[in-house]
């Protein structure tokens, strides 16, 4: 079945007991104002206002060392994801609604649902 993906987020992993001193930063050294301080109402999510052909800026208070990874978004998660693992990356877990997967290299990414209304130029098709 073809499918669809892209990049999506970069995310700063932020290994911290309050996110907010961090988001302030991650704010003005980027230029970016804070779209969203808290995005779920528990303190482990806020975004940074990108425009919609930028990638989503996403912290996260995590419990593992602080490090940046990315998103790929794809309209079937499933399909994006056994793509990549025959590319020689790895399923790590499904985690709520999305794949954590480790390339080659080590680096951990994951393959999330869409997060935009739209896929734009930067799309690639996959059959």
């Known amino acids: 079945m073809s499918h669809q993906s892209r990049l999506s987020t970069f995310v700063l992993d932020c290994e911290v007991d309050d996110l907010a001193p961090h988001v302030e930063f991650w704010s003005r050294a980027l230029g970016k104002p804070v779209a969203t301080a808290d995005e779920d109402g528990d303190g482990r999510y806020a975004v940074l206002e990108t425009a919609?052909?930028?990638?989503?800026?996403?912290?996260?208070?995590?419990?593992?060392?602080?490090?940046?990874?990315?998103?790929?978004?794809?309209?079937?998660?499933?399909?994006?994801?056994?793509?990549?693992?025959?590319?020689?990356?790895?399923?790590?877990?499904?985690?709520?609604?999305?794949?954590v997967m480790e390339a080659p290299s080590g680096h951990r990414f994951c393959v999330v649902r869409p997060q935009r209304a739209q896929f734009g130029a930067h799309t690639s098709r996959w059959d």
């Not at 052909?53 to 499933?78: F, G, N, T, Y």
């Not at 399909?79 to 790895?90: F, H, M, S, V, W």
């Not at 877990?93 to 794949?99: D, G, P, Q, S, T």
Request: glycine share 2%; aromatic share 6%.
């Open 52 to 99: 919609d052909d930028e990638p989503i800026l996403l912290l996260q208070k995590v419990d593992h060392a602080s490090r940046i990874h990315l998103d790929i978004e794809s309209d079937d998660i499933d399909a994006e994801a056994d793509r990549l693992e025959a590319l020689g990356a790895k399923k790590i877990a499904f985690v709520k609604r999305w794949w």
